[in-house]
């Protein structure tokens, strides 16, 4: 818990707090686009360097949201010569907004992920490991495990839908809850 006397050190704590959301929305704005982690970072360097302007007590997702979406739109500029699909102004304005109402639930979402991670065999945490988080293929994996590739396909589709389904499940369990 940050000291409350300590300005810069409660900045530090909304800023590691939101980091997975601004990261998710920067994302969102730059659909498949490689370099979005490097926005997220610009964004994070600016949001730093314009911390004497945030005022604490007001809504720090907002305003770090506001300035995620100016840096978006500096990388397009810079990215202008490149032939991609842009959106026009007004549905990223739509997207934009849509992305913030959802960007609440990330946090739990991301909890009720590893709750439901942390249930499943630990053979089966490792092909998830592999398949998302390691670079190697899956045809070496197989290799690796003695099964085909074909059995694994099966199997993380498997564990896909069990996965989807147990996060629903514990979304809800969550909101009755609350």
């Known amino acids: 818990m940050?000291?409350?006397?300590?300005?810069?050190?409660?900045?530090v704590a909304l800023l590691t707090?939101?980091?997975?959301?601004?990261?998710?929305?920067?994302?969102?704005?730059?659909?498949g686009e490689?370099?979005?982690?490097?926005?997220?970072q610009q964004a994070n360097i600016t949001i730093w360097n314009?911390?004497?302007?945030?005022?604490?007590g007001t809504n720090f997702k907002a305003w770090a949201f506001s300035i995620a979406r100016y840096e978006v739109l500096n990388f397009r500029k810079r990215e202008a010569r490149d032939a991609r699909l842009q959106?026009?102004?007004?549905?990223e304005e739509i997207i934009a907004d849509e992305i913030v109402s959802h960007t609440g639930d990330l946090d739990a979402r991301q909890?009720?992920?590893?709750?439901?991670l942390s249930k499943l065999k630990a053979s089966d945490r490792a092909l998830i490991q592999h398949r998302y988080f390691e670079d190697t293929s899956l045809k070496d994996y197989a290799a690796n495990v003695g099964r085909s590739v074909g059995g694994l396909k099966v199997t993380l589709h498997r564990l896909r839908s069990?996965?989807?389904q147990c996060v629903?499940?514990?979304?809800?369990?969550?909101?009755k809850t609350s």
């Open 2 to 11: 940050p000291d409350p006397n300590d300005p810069e050190a409660e900045f």
């Open 17 to 31: 707090s939101h980091q997975s959301a601004v990261r998710f929305y920067i994302a969102s704005l730059l659909p």
């Open 34 to 40: 490689a370099r979005a982690a490097d926005v997220a």
């Open 50 to 56: 314009k911390r004497d302007d945030f005022e604490l």
């Open 87 to 91: 959106f026009s102004d007004e549905l």
């Open 111 to 116: 909890a009720a992920l590893r709750h439901c």
């Open 162 to 164: 069990g996965l989807a």
């Open 168 to 175: 629903r499940g514990q979304i809800a369990m969550e909101r």
